[in-house]
Every structure is written in C-alpha cells, then in structure tokens.
Nanobody
C-alpha cells in the first residue's frame, strides 16, 4: 500500500523556520522524483520544489533562496527546509511522488503551515 505521510507543519512567526518531512512507503522511493506542493485557501495548488532522481532541483521563484528540498533514500524520506518564512507561505503543503515513465503519481494528505505573528 502506497503511503506518503507529511509531518513538521505548524504555526511559526514571520522570519522563522520549519522543516517538513515526508515518509514514503509501499513503492520504490529511489526511482521517483519527489516534490512539495502547496495550496492556500482560494488558490490553486502550486509546485514549491522538485527533486529529481538524479538530484536536480527546481523551485518556485517565490521560495528560491529560502527553501531547500532534499531526500534520504535510505530512510525513504523527503524534506523541505523552509527559512525566512513569510505570511504568504501559509498553505497546506503536500508531498508528491512522480515516476513519469509510468505516469505514476502519488500524494500525501498534507500538513498545514501557518506563518503569522
């Protein structure tokens, strides 16, 4: 059974940091591109960061220089380190696993990040 379980969300003040984790199980983690998406109320889900199998990364312009995506294949876990958080980073954050060759696409249930003073 495929599972992606996010953790690490919460309430943080502007300028603060959080690290999100996504623990994967039920599939061959190391051959999947891993991404973080977010969705704020009333807005569409957007890509935040992507980490390919080969290690290349892509970031939304709004988070470049502040967020870092990484993975630990031994632990089947992907992380999102978020620094210098802003109120506009407030959203539900989702973990995604994607294997384009087979059009396999899995989602976690999401974790809430709220940036507010």
């Amino acid at each position: 059974q495929v599972q992606l379980v996010e953790s690490g969300g919460g309430l943080v003040q502007p300028g603060g940091s959080l690290r999100l984790s996504c623990a994967a199980s039920g599939f061959m983690f190391s051959v999947y591109a891993m991404s973080w998406y977010r969705q704020a109320p009333g807005k569409e889900r957007e890509l935040v960061a992507r980490l390919s199998v080969g290690g290349s990364t892509n970031y939304a312009d709004s988070v470049k220089g502040r967020f870092t995506i990484s993975r630990d294949n031994a632990k089947n876990t992907v992380y999102l380190q978020m620094n210098s958080l802003k109120p506009e980073d407030t959203a539900q954050y989702y973990c995604n696993a994607f294997r384009p060759l087979y059009s396999l696409n899995y989602w976690g249930q999401g974790t809430q990040v709220t940036v507010s003073s």
